[in-house]
């Protein structure tokens, strides 16, 4: 092993002998945008696109603030102050090839749990014009059932009556929007990276929602002065390991506490809507467009949808990861004439992706050795998932006269899934699912009544009204039951 540097700014000279660094002076770095949520996939994505822009283009103006909101944002915060911003990107390839490299567009970090004082300040400077978000569903504060504003949540009823001490998010934006507003600043955008359908429209409700009740004239500013970009993000980031601390310090004799590891796929797809300016991202690989639908659409029918057909079925055959399944010649096949047969025609249309080459990235991501996926996970809350990835498809498939049957077989082995709790083999499944007891009784009634389980409105809506989808579902559900033996059913539909 070799004697380890430990990364910091003074050290990068010593470090680029063994590691790609940052050739910008990142003391020339201004801070243009703040970030609240810095985790592995802000990392990964975000401050990597801002980084490659400060590299090839020199943005002096786009350096990253990174903010922690929570007390569980202290080690992240800890780390990166003791590492000047400074961490290790490493991507995983599919054959095995490894690129690591320093990144450096994170100039500061600050945390608002204690003192939200300097949160607010680094927001309301005249330099900050985008505050960006990945704060997790969790975060946005809705009802997930009725996708209204929470204000029952005790932190918000918090900051409603103590402005000047924010505690979530809602109250760190309104309170730096009023500084602004109130010194006579543009304001900032609001950029949502999270993974939820139209975050930008999501964030601005509930910023809205939560304004209105706290001050009304502020939320007409707001409301009028306020751009939220809606973004569609993609890039698997799996959560760091003690190997990968390992592997830096073994292979380039780098101490990095935090590094974070990704897939070699990114994308970032953009609503070109911003109240004071932006990045040149576009430069970098980041497509603007003047809307972001289409795009979510092709993720959720392709990428989340694929991930759910194979791993129901999977898990009904007993493969264990993703990339197992796609070892499978079977599912390669199957997958490959859902997307192409089922997903595709009912895409909007989408400027400048190529369809069948980011079809074939999708099996090259999922195929990834390096990137385990494991199909529990996948086969996870697919009660939430399946009504937006799948079902949503078949209903469209069945409206235009479409293909109905691949889609179909899953949710045929998802009702033996939910019934057996076990593969093809007699093996336990874990099923990890908040409908669980609901669907599991749902199924157990297929043997007396065999469209039960699709007779779930919340799930299945008016499917068990379609003559053609119950005589394929019907068909395809008695099959499964008779013999289990899911790659033969998959192959006869081939």
Same mark, same amino acid.
């Given at each position: 092993?070799?004697?380890?540097?430990?990364?910091?700014?003074?050290?990068?000279?010593?470090?680029?002998?063994?590691?790609?660094?940052?050739?910008?002076?990142?003391?020339?770095?201004?801070?243009?945008?703040?970030?609240?949520?810095?985790?592995?996939?802000?990392?990964?994505?975000?401050?990597?696109?801002?980084?490659?822009?400060?590299?090839?283009?020199?943005?002096?103006?786009?350096?990253?603030?990174?903010?922690?909101?929570?007390?569980?944002?202290?080690?992240?915060?800890?780390?990166?102050?003791? /590492? !000047?911003?400074?961490?290790?990107?490493?991507?995983?390839?599919?054959?095995?090839?490894?690129?690591?490299?320093?990144?450096?567009?994170?100039?500061?970090?600050?945390?608002?749990?204690?003192?939200?004082?300097?949160?607010?300040?680094?927001?309301?400077?005249?330099?900050?014009?985008?505050?960006?978000?990945?704060?997790?569903?969790?975060?946005?504060?809705?009802?997930?059932?009725?996708?209204?504003?929470?204000?029952?949540?005790? !932190?918000?009823?918090?900051?409603?009556?103590?402005?000047?001490?924010?505690?979530?998010?809602?109250?760190?934006?309104?309170?730096?929007?009023?500084?602004?507003?109130?010194?006579?600043?543009?304001?900032?955008?609001?950029?949502?990276?999270?993974?939820?359908?139209?975050?930008?429209?999501?964030?601005?409700?509930?910023?809205?929602?939560?304004?209105?009740?706290?001050?009304?004239?502020?939320?007409?500013?707001?409301?009028?002065?306020?751009?939220?970009?809606?973004?569609?993000?993609?890039?698997?980031?799996?959560?760091?390991? /003690?190997?990968?601390?390992?592997?830096?310090?073994?292979?380039?004799?780098?101490?990095?506490?935090?590094?974070?590891?990704?897939?070699?796929?990114?994308?970032?797809?953009?609503?070109?809507?911003?109240?004071?300016?932006?990045?040149?991202?576009?430069?970098?690989?980041? /497509?603007?467009?003047?809307?972001?639908?289409?795009?979510?659409?092709?993720?959720?029918?392709?990428?989340?949808?694929?991930?759910?057909?194979?791993?129901?079925?999977?898990?009904?055959?007993?493969?264990?990861?993703?990339?197992?399944?796609?070892?499978?010649?079977?599912?390669?096949?199957?997958?490959?004439?859902?997307?192409?047969?089922?997903?595709?025609?009912?895409?909007?249309?989408?400027?400048?992706?190529?369809?069948?080459?980011?079809?074939?990235?999708?099996?090259?991501?999922?195929?990834?050795?390096?990137?385990?996926?494991?199909?529990?996970?996948?086969?996870?809350?697919?009660?939430?998932?399946?009504?937006?990835?799948?079902?949503?498809?078949?209903?469209?498939?069945?409206?235009?006269?479409?293909?109905?049957?691949?889609?179909?077989?899953?949710?045929?082995?998802?009702?033996?899934?939910? !019934?057996?709790?076990?593969?093809?083999?007699?093996?336990?499944?874990?099923?990890?699912?908040?409908?669980?007891?609901?669907?599991?009784?749902?199924?157990?009634?297929?043997?007396?009544?065999?469209?039960?389980?699709?007779?779930?409105?919340?799930?299945?809506?008016?499917?068990?009204?379609?003559?053609?989808?119950?005589?394929?579902?019907?068909?395809?559900?008695?099959?499964?039951?008779?013999?289990?033996?899911?790659?033969?059913?998959?192959?006869?539909?081939?």
């Amino acid at each position: 092993m070799k004697n380890t540097i430990p990364l910091n700014q003074k050290n990068l000279i010593q470090l680029g002998k063994f590691i790609t660094t940052p050739s910008f002076d990142r003391e020339n770095i201004k801070i243009g945008m703040v970030h609240v949520g810095v985790g592995g996939f802000h990392r990964a994505h975000q401050a990597y696109y801002t980084h490659k822009l400060q590299e090839e283009y020199k943005a002096t103006e786009w350096g990253i603030c990174g903010i922690g909101l929570r007390q569980g944002d202290q080690k992240i915060h800890d780390v990166l102050q003791k /590492q !000047d911003g400074l961490y290790t990107l490493i991507v995983k390839h599919p054959d095995g090839k490894i690129e690591s490299q320093i990144i450096g567009s994170i100039i500061d970090f600050k945390l608002g749990a204690n003192n939200p004082e300097p949160v607010i300040d680094i927001m309301s400077h005249p330099d900050t014009k985008i505050v960006s978000l990945t704060i997790t569903e969790g975060g946005y504060n809705f009802n997930p059932a009725t996708g209204e504003f929470d204000f029952e949540n005790s !932190d918000i009823q918090f900051e409603l009556k103590n402005p000047n001490n924010p505690k979530t998010i809602y109250g760190f934006l309104t309170a730096a929007l009023k500084n602004r507003r109130d010194a006579g600043l543009p304001a900032f955008t609001i950029m949502s990276c999270d993974n939820i359908q139209h975050n930008g429209d999501v964030a601005r409700e509930m910023l809205l929602t939560f304004a209105k009740k706290q001050n009304e004239d502020l939320a007409k500013w707001i409301e009028k002065e306020v751009c939220f970009p809606n973004s569609m993000v993609d890039r698997i980031t799996p959560v760091t390991t /003690q190997s990968d601390i390992d592997y830096l310090q073994d292979t380039f004799g780098l101490q990095d506490e935090w590094p974070v590891t990704c897939e070699p796929f990114i994308q970032w797809v953009i609503e070109d809507n911003f109240s004071n300016g932006r990045p040149e991202f576009e430069k970098v690989g980041v /497509q603007f467009v003047p809307d972001v639908k289409p795009y979510e659409k092709m993720k959720l029918r392709l990428l989340n949808a694929g991930h759910s057909v194979l791993g129901i079925l999977g898990a009904i055959h007993g493969h264990k990861t993703i990339n197992a399944c796609i070892e499978d010649e079977t599912f390669i096949a199957y997958l490959r004439v859902f997307m192409d047969k089922e997903a595709t025609p009912i895409l909007d249309k989408l400027e400048g992706i190529d369809l069948n080459a980011y079809k074939d990235s999708l099996q090259e991501r999922f195929a990834n050795p390096n990137i385990k996926d494991s199909v529990s996970r996948i086969c996870s809350e697919s009660s939430a998932k399946l009504p937006k990835f799948l079902i949503a498809t078949i209903e469209e498939n069945l409206n235009s006269g479409g293909s109905i049957e691949f889609g179909t077989l899953v949710i045929a082995a998802w009702c033996y899934y939910s !019934d057996k709790g076990v593969d093809k083999n007699g093996h336990s499944i874990e099923i990890i699912d908040a409908m669980q007891v609901e669907l599991q009784n749902a199924a157990k009634q297929t043997k007396t009544d065999p469209l039960a389980f699709i007779r779930q409105e919340s799930l299945f809506g008016s499917l068990i009204n379609n003559e053609r989808f119950i005589n394929v579902y019907s068909d395809l559900v008695q099959k499964i039951y008779e013999d289990p033996d899911i790659k033969k059913l998959m192959q006869n539909i081939i």
